[in-house]
């Protein structure tokens, strides 16, 4: 299992991935307690119903939802804990603890419900479609650096695709800062490509039904906004990493 979502055994950093007030529900991400009250274990379990081992489907899931999420799936799920106990553990409302639910159990559905690919599957196709190659911004770029270890952004080789980085940057988080940090570009850089890309896709996808997939999981992705690794902006837990990428 990643560190990423292991329950810390440490109580105290466990406990600091929570606010102590209620989230002030907003827009279209209001719940009522009894919604994900309502969630039974067999419920969720059916979303993995051709899988022998839940536990194993659901790890590379919680790799891609926040933290503080992915541990009260995990305890809720797995370990069968009662939101009122995990409420009690943590020092917060039982409110709280189902909104966190029900945000991570949209995300689980949201990543179930556009076609399995992997990473590896995405750095042979892509490039068939984005055949363009960039200076590597690390190495190769106007503010290039001596990288005495090597470039561990282009595999030294001096250059990298862009678009297909994007993309697959894209996939593992859909949030576009990180995938900025990642790449050492801009934002706006990331987005207005993105975007792009994702037209190309679909023009690859008319023409070969191999590219059906990718362009279903982006256009999904760039049409819901969803970030999945993006935690909900809500001002008391602005200093608590609650609005950044974790």
């Known amino acids: 299992m990643s560190t990423g979502y292991v329950i810390p055994l440490d109580p105290v950093?466990?406990?600091?991935?929570?606010?102590?007030?209620?989230?002030?529900?907003?827009?279209?991400?209001?719940?009522?307690?009894?919604?994900?009250?309502?969630?039974?274990?067999?419920?969720?379990e059916s979303y993995f119903a051709d899988s022998e081992n839940f536990e194993?489907?659901?790890?590379?899931?919680?790799?891609?939802?926040?933290?503080?999420?992915?541990?009260?799936?995990?305890?809720y799920f797995v370990h069968e804990k009662r939101q009122a106990d995990i409420a009690s553990i943590f020092g917060v409302t039982q409110a709280a603890i189902s909104y966190r639910l029900d945000r991570g159990i949209k995300r689980i559905k949201f990543?179930?419900?556009i076609p399995q690919v992997s990473k590896e599957e995405l750095r042979r196709d892509l490039p068939l479609v984005f055949t363009n190659l960039s200076p590597c911004p690390r190495c190769q770029g106007k503010d290039a650096k001596p990288q005495p270890d090597g470039c561990s952004l282009c595999c030294n080789e001096g250059a990298v695709n862009i678009d297909v980085d994007i993309l697959i940057g894209m996939w593992e988080t859909t949030c576009q800062s990180?995938?900025?940090?990642?790449?050492e570009l801009t934002?706006?850089?990331?987005?207005?490509r993105f975007f792009k890309a994702v037209k190309v896709l679909e023009g690859a996808a008319e023409k070969e039904e191999k590219f059906q997939p990718y362009y279903?999981?982006?256009?999904?992705?760039?049409s819901k906004r969803f970030n999945i690794l993006r935690e909900v902006?809500?001002?008391?837990?602005?200093?608590?990493?609650?609005d950044e990428c974790t």
């Open 13 to 44: 950093e466990l406990a600091s991935r929570f606010s102590a007030y209620d989230p002030e529900y907003e827009d279209e991400d209001d719940l009522c307690e009894e919604d994900a009250d309502d969630i039974s274990i067999e419920e969720f």
């Open 56 to 75: 194993d489907r659901i790890e590379p899931l919680l790799e891609r939802i926040p933290e503080r999420e992915a541990d009260l799936i995990l305890m």
């Open 111 to 113: 990543l179930l419900s």
């Open 178 to 183: 990180e995938v900025a940090t990642q790449l």
């Open 187 to 192: 934002q706006g850089r990331v987005r207005h």
């Open 216 to 222: 279903s999981i982006f256009s999904a992705i760039s």
């Open 233 to 242: 902006k809500l001002p008391q837990w602005a200093d608590r990493g609650g």
